[in-house]
């Protein structure tokens, strides 16, 4: 019964970092934002090495960083800008929140797991965001990235919440998120093939 208890808990806490690093493929500091607070509250215990991350300067700080965050998406072009960088800084969140929400597994495991699933998850949404944020300012002169940008935060913020207080029903929203993905990839190859022909 104890391996069986300790393997579901190492599960949870796997769907829990894929959960917020899928977040902060849309937004960087809300996933961590969200994780400081939980840790802070004692809500979520966090990998010994992380526990600063649940103090209270790490809540601040990271409060700051992610109003900053929302903010700037609002500014036109500025949005494009940080699409640029919000990629591997996705990444690095993202293999962030994965190591930090660990237990007690060897560290090979944990880092593998992190970089693969916390990593990888975070660019594939982020690069698939900026994406749609680069058709957005084509087709529409940036009129339309705000509502973009809006849907984009609220999307970080429930996937959090949901990551947090159901990590498993979180990693299932993810699968979808990576369907939509891959057809919306489709779709887009599509379009483009299309279009060599005619020319």
Do not use: H
Request: proline share 4%; glycine share 8%.
């Amino acid at each position: 019964m104890d391996w069986i208890t300790s393997n579901f808990e190492i599960f949870v806490s796997i769907c829990l970092g894929i959960g917020l690093s899928a977040s902060a493929g849309f937004r960087v500091f809300i996933p961590l934002l969200f994780l400081s607070i939980a840790a802070y509250t004692g809500f979520v215990p966090l990998n010994e090495d992380w526990a600063w991350a649940g103090s209270l300067t790490a809540v601040i700080v990271l409060g700051v960083a992610a109003f900053v965050e929302l903010v700037a998406y609002y500014i036109p072009y500025v949005d494009n800008m940080l699409d640029t960088i919000t990629v591997p800084l996705a990444a690095i969140a993202g293999t962030a929140v994965m190591v930090s929400v660990m237990g007690d597994l060897d560290p090979v495991y944990t880092w593998t797991l992190a970089i693969i699933a916390g990593g990888g998850t975070a660019a594939s949404v982020a690069s698939t965001t900026g994406a749609a944020r680069l058709t957005s300012t084509a087709t529409t002169g940036g009129i339309g990235n705000p509502i973009i940008s809006t849907a984009e935060a609220g999307f970080s913020g429930i996937l959090s919440i949901l990551a947090l207080i159901a990590p498993i029903f979180a990693a299932v929203i993810v699968v979808f998120i990576f369907i939509a993905i891959r057809k919306l990839y489709k779709k887009i190859f599509k379009k483009k093939s299309l279009a060599r022909k005619q020319i």
